[in-house]
């Protein structure tokens, strides 16, 4: 948002109230050098052209509020006249300026002067330089691809599921002897293993004896008896 209001309308509106501003003081009869303080012949021009680049600052800022409205769509889309406080706002900085640039009182308050018809044309096209500008920027984004987001990293593969410490490096002889029949009370009287890890240590023991045991089964199967052919006599 202040990139936007600093770095492109900002440096828009900076640029028009120069250009008002000089091209005032040349139409004026200024030239490079010339003095235009107060008392020379170039005072009045001057007063003019600081009028015009205020009025210029108030032409530039009612254009920055109507396109400051929206971000990326059209302000057509939204309604030009659709914000009424907004425009209230707008005719009482018209008439502040107004006064301020045709009200003689304020003159020597403001430092200001009349400003003619060709003046106020200079200053004219203000507003609506800066809202089209922005309207073209809007217009680029709207036509630029939305970014793709990166893909989120894969998943890292789930690590093989190993068995427990205590029963395959830290106690090697307790193992085999668990494997062999002993309890988990007797290891840790005789090896001085901890009763929980005694107990892993027996479980597991076991687990890989019944697993032994299946495998065997399964493999040799028990005898089973031969079936009789019809009409053999059988052996008493």
């Known amino acids: 948002m202040l990139a936007r209001a600093w770095g492109f309308l900002g440096v828009i509106c900076a640029v028009l109230v120069m250009a008002g501003f000089l091209v005032t003081l040349t139409r004026g009869g200024w030239h490079p050098g010339d003095a235009t303080g107060s008392g020379t012949a170039l005072d009045s021009v001057y007063r003019q052209a600081t009028t015009v680049a205020w009025l210029g600052i108030v032409s530039c800022q009612i254009g920055t509020a109507f396109a400051v409205r929206t971000q990326r769509a059209s302000l057509r889309s939204v309604g030009v006249f659709s914000n009424r406080p907004l425009l209230g706002g707008i005719a009482f900085s018209l008439a502040f300026a107004a006064a301020i640039v045709y009200v003689r009182a304020l003159h020597g308050l403001f430092t200001t002067a009349a400003l003619g018809p060709a003046e106020l044309l200079t200053v004219a096209p203000f507003p609506f330089v800066v809202w089209d500008a922005d309207e073209l920027r809007k217009a680029a984004v709207r036509r630029r691809p939305p970014a793709v987001a990166p893909a989120p ?34 290891l840790t009287e005789v090896l001085g293993v901890s009763e929980h890890t005694a107990a892993e240590i027996v479980a597991h023991a076991r687990r890989t004896a019944a697993e032994h045991g299946h495998r065997a089964d399964h493999h040799h199967p028990g005898h089973r008896p031969e079936a009789h052919r019809p009409g053999e006599r059988t052996k008493p």
């Open 153 to 186: 990293p894969a998943a890292a593969p789930a690590p093989a599921p190993t068995a427990p410490a205590s029963t395959t490096g830290h106690h090697p002889l307790a193992v085999l002897l668990a494997r062999h029949g002993w309890t988990g009370r007797r």
